[in-house]
């Protein structure tokens, strides 16, 4: 069980850089959506703010998209660390109960 806490501190490491970039991406996109669209303009500067609008929600999409497989990744080694913890604890214990 020692051995357990310094593995989880690293694997702790490894994920949680990865989450206030999520958050604060998530809430950029929350906040762009927010804003007030009631004012009244030319039909052709409204279909420009629409194409920067949608050029700024893909970047933030891409950016989301990044991340979240960074995260994935992070996760699948955590999952493979996890499979290799098990099957040493099992052959200790194998060892342990047959010898």
């Not at 989301?64 to 992070?74: G, N, S, V």
């Not at 913890?85 to 109960?97: D, N, P, Y």
């Amino acid at each position: 069980m020692p051995v357990a806490w310094p593995i989880a501190k690293f694997l702790f490491q490894l994920v949680a850089p990865s989450i206030p970039d999520i958050v604060s991406t998530i809430s950029t996109l929350k906040n762009q959506q927010a804003e007030p669209q009631a004012r009244e303009e030319p039909f052709q500067a409204r279909i420009a703010e629409m194409e920067q609008q949608l050029t700024q929600q893909l970047e933030l999409i891409e950016k989301l998209t990044k991340q979240i497989d960074a995260l994935q990744t992070i996760l699948w080694r955590t999952l493979i660390i996890g499979f290799v913890a098990l099957g040493l604890a099992l052959t200790g214990l194998v060892l342990i109960l047959y010898t």
